[in-house]
């Protein structure tokens, strides 16, 4: 059990650019959840995975936000045409439904629009 | 409209005593509570939870206290270390557990040797 794992760690990107995370979550996590922290404020709900399935997304998921967890193992958060509103740090959690209660986060990736 | 609420910012204790965190929450559907713990440029790290249904949950040096009437809850560390320094974050979710967690801005706590 190597933890919930975030890749890249940081990424600049210029304002237009795409932009594409990788989660890879606890082995047998059923459930997939992605988050936004910006400074100040505390983690936001983005959406989230049971299995391959995508149960439910934020108002704050614009259309330029894409999510997808194909064989409900790892999952990939794609934004397109990046905004400076944008930047913020992206995390990851995942727990295993119905035994757990208690989501474990990645480290996260922190996302510069510049 | 903030469903969990941290209403201090931050809160400097002596190494040693006591440090009390609080959180209130809004929404009702709330029946399970969480802490944790966050580190710069890290993710946040889980501490201790409560269900609804106690009132109370002790894990070594930390204690939730939950108060549903008030719909307040409280975190207590003792004694303190300089290492529980940290952003500490309330969360609350429904479905005992298994909704999206709610979390609050966060308490930035400074233990001073």
């Known amino acids: 059990d190597t933890g919930v794992s975030q890749d890249p760690r940081h990424k600049i990107t210029k304002r237009g650019q795409n932009v594409t995370f990788r989660c890879d979550p606890i082995s047998e996590h059923n459930r997939l959840y992605w988050y936004r922290q910006t400074l100040g404020q505390g983690p936001e709900f983005l959406t989230y995975f049971q299995n391959e399935a995508q149960l439910e997304k934020s108002r704050l998921l614009s259309d330029r936000f894409s999510a997808e967890r194909p064989k409900g193992s790892f999952s990939t958060l794609e934004i397109q045409r990046t905004e400076q509103g944008d930047s913020a740090m992206y995390l990851c959690?995942?727990?295993?439904?119905?035994?757990?209660?208690?989501?474990?986060f990645g480290q996260g990736t922190r996302l510069t629009v510049v | 409209d903030q469903q969990v609420k941290q209403n201090s910012p931050s809160l400097s204790v002596q190494e040693g005593r006591i440090s009390i965190l609080n959180c209130d929450y809004t929404?009702?559907?709330?029946?399970?509570f969480l802490w944790y713990k966050k580190y710069p440029a890290e993710g946040p790290t889980f501490l201790i939870s409560?269900?609804?249904?106690?009132d109370k949950n002790e894990d070594g040096r930390f204690t939730v206290f939950l108060n549903k009437s008030a719909k307040h809850l409280s975190l207590h560390i003792v004694p303190s270390q300089p290492g529980d320094s940290a952003v500490y974050f309330c969360?609350?979710?429904?479905?005992?557990?298994?909704?999206?967690?709610?979390f609050g801005k966060g308490t930035k706590l400074t233990v001073n040797p």
């Open positions: 959690a995942s727990l295993r439904t119905p035994a757990n209660t208690e989501a474990f």
């Open positions: 929404n009702s559907m709330f029946d399970y």
């Open positions: 969360a609350a979710s429904g479905q005992g557990g298994s909704e999206k967690l709610v």
């Open positions: 409560i269900s609804s249904i106690k």
